[in-house]
């Protein structure tokens, strides 16, 4: 986490700052990912369910990827203007990435109060 003393978020990535340090994953990599999962998806027969799997290797390329175009300053919605989410899904999602990772709530809001996040 950052802390008030960290250099500005608007110092250069390739300075050695930004809101989390190293670069937690790789763009090119995850976009792979992403597009193997597509393909996979794609080659479903009409009216299959996605496995458990999938939806995890999607969630976590998706999440990964989203985590590095932060990181390199990128600050976007991850729901277009079209896209209607309820609170309600978000904090199911919210919730389960937490636990999966250990991470309390509480800690959610210290680093976004540190991190300007």
Known sequence: MSSPEDPPKEAPIEQGYGDAGDLLADVGEETVKIRDI?????????????????VQEAM??????YTVKFQLGERWSPFGDSQVVP????????????????????????????SGA
């Open 38 to 54: 597509a393909a996979r998806i794609v080659a479903l027969d009409d009216g299959a369910e996605l496995s458990d799997e999938m």
């Open 60 to 65: 976590t390329a998706l999440t990964r990827l």
């Open 87 to 114: 609170a309600t899904s978000v904090m199911i999602m919210t919730t389960a990435m937490c636990r999966a990772v250990n991470v309390e709530l509480f800690e959610v809001g210290m680093w976004q109060s540190w």
